[in-house]
């Protein structure tokens, strides 16, 4: 059994950014030499979410946004808002609800994903930001 | 430390179908010699879902579809429907919410959930399908 | 490679409270000797959750109850209440969508939360409870 720990480095613009890191996870998956176990992909941050999306245009450039603006909104004034001076408190909110940890298992070296499923990154955030997504790797 | 994989086929009508696999899981579990670790149950397919639930009638054939029709209604016109000629939007988003991975310690070879705490695996497809649940289980 | 379980006590109000647990993990991990792995933090019974958050007052004491008063209000009459003369249906739809385990990886011993992210334990339910929030730790 082993297990290692490294990262993903994105560039992101947030406002309900939706990034397939399926390839980034495949590859590192691929470099290792493990057939049977499980990757952790972590998102680090309390603006991030990590959930699976079927990666296309329409529920990643529209209905996944349209869901959250019914249930957390850009824009409203909330609490964090007012006592931060900050804007981004329905980022706060959407991450919360998302999660930003996901583990997904892996045999014969392939993770164990649906054809029309990804490991996506989301960056609820308001600002554009260098982020870090942790990628841990532990098998046989 | 051991690690094994195996899965559980299930048949499914969809529209929230909320299936209690806690047994399955607890079958799979004695069926090892592990006494302590972990379980990761995962649903393949973007529009699974798997988390807990007190299983229910109440919760699992009203509550939670209700719930859901608020936060993502099916039968609406989404951007996902009008791309693809596809009927499911609301079951991408509502499985993009819930997480489609869980993981539930074990000590002593029993899961640690709690008495009206079980595994659920949900299918919110909008058509009856033949599912696969992964099974992981590792510990020692 | 080495696996160990443990917990928190928590007494808890109950109502969307919102408790730190980072503290609690963070002592758990230090006490390990293990520099590099995964802890998973679970929530018995199916009106918790755990996720992360920024643990400041603005978001624990006000913006996380508002959205969840839409998304799945208290005092409704859910099916689950009729059912069972219970009033707690909130809690468990709450839940539901949060999910109940939380799987944190960690490096050189710390783990790999960012600054404003802390590993949250919420008690939805409606009473004051005595809680346990389980802790596993495993690694190298």
Known sequence: MKIFTTGIQLQTNGRNQIIDVTPHVNQILNESDLSEGQVTVFGIGSTTGITTLEFEPGLVNHDVG???????????????????????????????????????????????LGTWQQIVFVDFDTRARSRQVVVQVFGQ
Chains 1, 2, 3 share one sequence.
């Open 66 to 112: 349209e869901m959250f603006e019914k249930i957390a909104p850009y824009g409203k004034d909330y609490r964090h808002n007012q006592t931060w001076g900050d804007d981004n408190g329905a980022a706060h909110l959407r991450s919360f609800i998302t999660g930003t940890s996901y583990t997904c298992p892996f045999v014969a070296g392939k993770l164990l």
